[in-house]
């Protein structure tokens, strides 16, 4: 790990939500995903396949397709989240293991998404993770301007009094990881662990060599077990 930053000096801990803090096999988000689809087609009044497009476009290009919806067809977030987080959350299982760990950790345990706070709690409620963190930072708190748009992470670090260069940031997509190492962040990049399938796009598996990746686990508990023994 020569050059790549450590964790000796933090005391701020960052957290992505989806498919950081659960697995990426799970699968959560593909209900999310398909819920996307059907508003977009909805609104629009469009094939599902043509939607699945301009979804997938949007996402790429403004970092949520809300903000594309937002941005070029008058989509009001309220009405969008509520509909998006509809979703069955019973294939998350607690994890006390990761709960110890987080709990473990020295200093702050924060969330950065870009959903709401309503899909963290119900997402953290199933892990059994609700009294492991000490603030949210949601799509709204950003005034919906999601990550990677760098005045989302000022922003955050402004409300939550974080210091970026005594904090790390855990996220599963390398493209938000580099704006929190530019700020100074210690960053990880969460990966599937291969062993089961996961519905995800090829450019959101990509970036575990770049350079604004300090480490790259498959197993964040575990991972989060070895920081607290070092």
């Known amino acids: 790990m020569n050059g790549k930053r450590t964790f000796t000096?933090?005391?701020?801990w960052v957290f992505d939500l989806d498919n950081t803090l659960y697995p990426h096999h799970v699968n959560l988000w593909q209900q999310v995903d398909a819920r996307i689809g059907e508003f977009v087609s909805a609104w629009l009044n469009i094939s599902r396949d043509e939607a699945r497009a301009l979804q997938k476009d949007y996402y790429k290009r403004f970092g949520t397709t809300m903000r594309g919806m937002m941005t070029l067809h008058?989509?009001?977030?309220?009405?969008?989240?509520a509909y998006l987080h509809r979703i069955d959350h019973s294939p998350l299982e607690p994890n006390p293991a990761m709960g110890e760990?987080?709990?473990?950790?020295?200093?702050?345990k924060l969330i950065l998404t870009n959903g709401s706070v309503d899909h963290v709690d119900a997402v953290l409620a199933?892990?059994?993770?609700?009294g492991h963190f000490d603030g949210v930072f949601d799509i709204i708190a950003a005034e919906l301007e999601p990550k990677p748009?760098?005045?989302t992470y000022q922003k955050f670090l402004r409300d939550h009094s974080v210091d970026p260069t005594r904090a790390a940031m855990f996220e599963d997509l390398a493209r938000?990881?580099?704006?929190?190492?530019?700020?100074?962040?210690?960053t990880v990049l969460v990966v599937p662990d291969g062993s089961k399938e996961v519905?995800?796009?090829?450019?959101e598996l990509e970036?575990?060599?770049?350079?604004?990746v300090d480490h790259v686990t498959d197993d964040l508990t575990g991972f989060l077990k070895g920081l607290v023994h070092k």
């Open 9 to 12: 000096h933090i005391d701020s």
């Open 74 to 81: 008058g989509v009001r977030a309220d009405d969008y989240l």
């Open 101 to 108: 760990a987080i709990a473990r950790l020295p200093g702050r």
């Open 126 to 130: 199933r892990l059994g993770l609700s």
């Open 149 to 151: 748009a760098p005045q």
């Open 176 to 186: 938000n990881l580099v704006v929190p190492h530019q700020l100074g962040m210690t």
């Open 199 to 203: 519905v995800r796009e090829d450019w």
């Open 207 to 212: 970036g575990r060599d770049a350079a604004h």
